[in-house]
């Protein structure tokens, strides 16, 4: 079975610019959820998304933003970009075997702003 | 509201070495517990779990037990190799929660030959 994909695994963007982020859950699994992820602030919860509908956020601007379509894939999008965003964005799908207590995540998507 | 405390690393060990890493944590509820793995360049894996107290998770050589008595679900290894090198989250999620987890800073293992 293949696993979860994150499309592109590298950006770089400038200041003001915006960034879309894609992922491909693992078949199946109906969650999707994004995390962003910094040496300074670690792991932290962006939103997730469960049959096309935001079921849970996290605490952060409304520059982010998420959506799911009808086959599970969801994208991520960040406006007006700051020096702060770059970051490691990661996204993992649950609703498997392990039920959605078990993520399993992308490689992740590097973005890095200028 | 929920929290998970992980050991500051990194954490240096030779090849062979014994292993823990710490971890604690702070739950209103009964939680699962979690040891995600990440390698460099790569995202997070689910390396073992513990849905209740006294249970025992292992996998690849590593366990931990979910102390409920002192919340606690430290990561041991008996004898570890150049390839653990990577970094390890402690995680909860609570049963009829909202299946996010509450992760750890995570702790970086840089195994030396």
């Known amino acids: 079975k293949a696993g979860v994909t994150q499309t592109p695994r590298y950006l770089i963007k400038t200041r003001g610019q915006q960034v879309t982020l894609s992922c491909s859950p693992i078949?199946?699994?109906?969650?999707v959820s994004w995390y962003q992820q910094t040496p300074g602030q670690g792991l932290q919860f962006l939103f997730e998304?469960?049959?096309?509908?935001?079921?849970n956020k996290g605490n952060f601007p409304g520059r982010f933003s998420g959506r799911q379509f009808s086959n599970s894939r969801s994208e991520m999008n960040v406006s007006t970009l700051e020096l702060g965003d770059s970051a490691l964005y990661l996204c993992?799908?649950?609703?498997?075997?392990?039920?959605?207590?078990?993520?399993?995540f992308g490689p992740g998507t590097r973005l890095t702003v200028t | 509201g929920n929290s998970v405390t992980q050991m500051e690393g990194p954490v240096t060990l030779s090849e062979e070495a014994f292993l823990t890493i710490n971890c604690t944590y702070t739950?209103?509820?009964?939680?699962?517990l979690f040891w995600y793995v990440q390698y460099p360049g790569e995202g997070l894996q689910l390396l073992l779990k513990?849905?209740?107290?006294?249970d025992k998770g292992s996998n690849k050589g590593f366990e931990a037990t979910y102390r409920k008595e002192t919340t606690s679900f430290h990561l041991e290894k008996g004898s570890v190799q150049v390839s653990d090198s990577a970094v390890y989250f402690c995680?909860?999620?609570?049963?009829?929660?909202?299946?996010?987890?509450?992760f750890g800073r995570g702790t970086s293992l840089i195994v030396h030959p």
């Open positions: 993992a799908s649950a609703g498997g075997t392990g039920g959605y207590y078990e993520q399993y």
């Open positions: 078949s199946g699994h109906r969650s």
């Open positions: 998304y469960f049959s096309e509908t935001q079921r």
């Open positions: 739950a209103t509820g009964y939680p699962s």
């Open positions: 513990a849905t209740k107290a006294d």
């Open positions: 995680a909860l999620t609570l049963s009829g929660g909202s299946y996010i987890p509450t």
